[in-house]
Structure formats: structure tokens, C-alpha cells
């Protein structure tokens, strides 16, 4: 069951567009989080945001951008697309902060983006 | 560099067999360590966690091993079943979640 939504699901878009990957979650998590993954490699951190008006790059550089005005929607935006941004993108919520509890990630179903 | 591996790119296991999948870390801070299941097309799905005070953690078929001294940590599916296919990721916790690279497993009819 996905308390985490994520749209659109396949995205194909010409280099130099804009675009804005939705996410939202309806567990109330306060955490929220963006990974980018290539096949047969890791998760790698992008974005997160510990709770309305926050938000913070994450280790892997990145072009895009994040927003967080309500609890539940954490979208990402990448102004202008290049084929180097094509890979999956995955949302995810938790109930704590990695620091100090021990809580999972839960994931949405993920954007594959492909710009060509 | 790398502060989770999984050095099994893939696995094949015939059906009611056991299967082990492993992970090592190198951080010794890391405290709180997790096993995601992700089938193509979806996102990782939270299958088992084990906190670093427990060397042992079953939920049903699933059970986690954590050696600490060796910086270590298995999953054993008993028996497994052909929908356990899939890619498996473990994970562990510091200052931010760290994953893996993931292990294929294919479970055999």
C-alpha cells in the first residue's frame, strides 16, 4: 500500500525543458527526502527536508531544486533538463531523523526520466 | 567512497531453499541498519531493520544478522518463494541513510 505518490511515473522530455517531479505523502511525515539512482548503483542523496521551510542539498550534486510549503508535498523541479539528468528519482518520507531515531525510509514508486 | 557494499551484484536460489544475502560497512558509527526489497518499476519496499544493540532480528521468513566486530550484516530468507525475486538493498544509518548497490536475487521454481 503507498501512502507516498509520486508523479508522473515515466516522464520523456527534449533537452532544455522544464519540468516538476511531484511527491506527496499522507502519513504526516515532517521528513522528506529525494534520491537519484542509476541501475546497479546506490541511492544517492539529493535533497531533504526536515519540515516546512526547510530544506538542504543532499551529497550528490545536483541542478535541480526542492520546495516544501505544506507538510505532505515535497516536489522537485530541474529548470532546464539534460540528457545527464536521465535516472530514476525516488521520493521518500520518515517519521524521524536518522540521527536520533531509528525510523525507515518509505519510498514512492519513482520517476524514470528520461531527457533526450 | 563506498560506505556500504555488496559485493553480490546477483543471486540464484532454487524455491524453499535458503537465501543469504550479505553487506558490509565500514563506518563503525553506523547504528541502525535496514534491508529494502525493490521490485523493477517500483521503489525499494522496507522489508527488516536491526539496531546495532542486536546481532539478531526475525520477522517471519526474514531474519538480519548484524557482526558489529566485522562490520557486517546478512539477510536469510527460509524458504524462499519465486516472488522473493527481486533486488535487495541494505542500508545503515549515520548522519543520513547510506545504501548499498543491491543484490539480484532470482528465487527458482
Known amino acids: 500500500e503507498a501512502d507516498i505518490y509520486q508523479t508522473p511515473r515515466y516522464l520523456v522530455i527534449g533537452t532544455g525543458k522544464k519540468i516538476t517531479l511531484e511527491c506527496s505523502q499522507t502519513m504526516g511525515h515532517d521528513k522528506m527526502y529525494w534520491y537519484q539512482q542509476d541501475p546497479g548503483m546506490e541511492l544517492h542523496l539529493i535533497h531533504y527536508s526536515y519540515g516546512v521551510n526547510s530544506t538542504e542539498k543532499g551529497d550528490l550534486s545536483s541542478e535541480s531544486t526542492v520546495s516544501r510549503i505544506r507538510t505532505e508535498h515535497f516536489p522537485l523541479t530541474l529548470e532546464s533538463a539534460r540528457p545527464s539528468h536521465t535516472s530514476q528519482y525516488l521520493c521518500?518520507?520518515?517519521?524521524?531523523?536518522?540521527?536520533?531515531?531509528?525510523?525507515?525510509?518509505?519510498f514512492g514508486n519513482g520517476t524514470r526520466l528520461t531527457v533526450t | 567512497d563506498q560506505q556500504v557494499k555488496q559485493n553480490s551484484p546477483s543471486l540464484s536460489v532454487q524455491e524453499g531453499r535458503i537465501s543469504i544475502l550479505n553487506c558490509d560497512y565500514t563506518n563503525s558509527m553506523f547504528d541502525y541498519f535496514l534491508w529494502y526489497k525493490k521490485y523493477p518499476a517500483e521503489g525499494p519496499t522496507f522489508l527488516i531493520s536491526?539496531?546495532?544493540?542486536?546481532d539478531k532480528n526475525e520477522d517471519g521468513r526474514f531474519t538480519v544478522f548484524l557482526n558489529k566486530s566485522a562490520k557486517h550484516l546478512s539477510l536469510h530468507i527460509v524458504p524462499s518463494q519465486p516472488g522473493d525475486s527481486a533486488v535487495y538493498f541494505c542500508?545503515?544509518?549515520?548522519?543520513?541513510?547510506?545504501f548499498g548497490t543491491g543484490t539480484s536475487l532470482t528465487v527458482i521454481p
Open positions: 521518500a518520507s520518515s517519521a524521524g531523523t536518522p540521527a536520533w531515531d531509528n525510523s525507515p525510509l518509505h
Open positions: 536491526i539496531s546495532s544493540i542486536k
Open positions: 542500508a545503515a544509518t549515520g548522519n543520513q541513510f547510506y
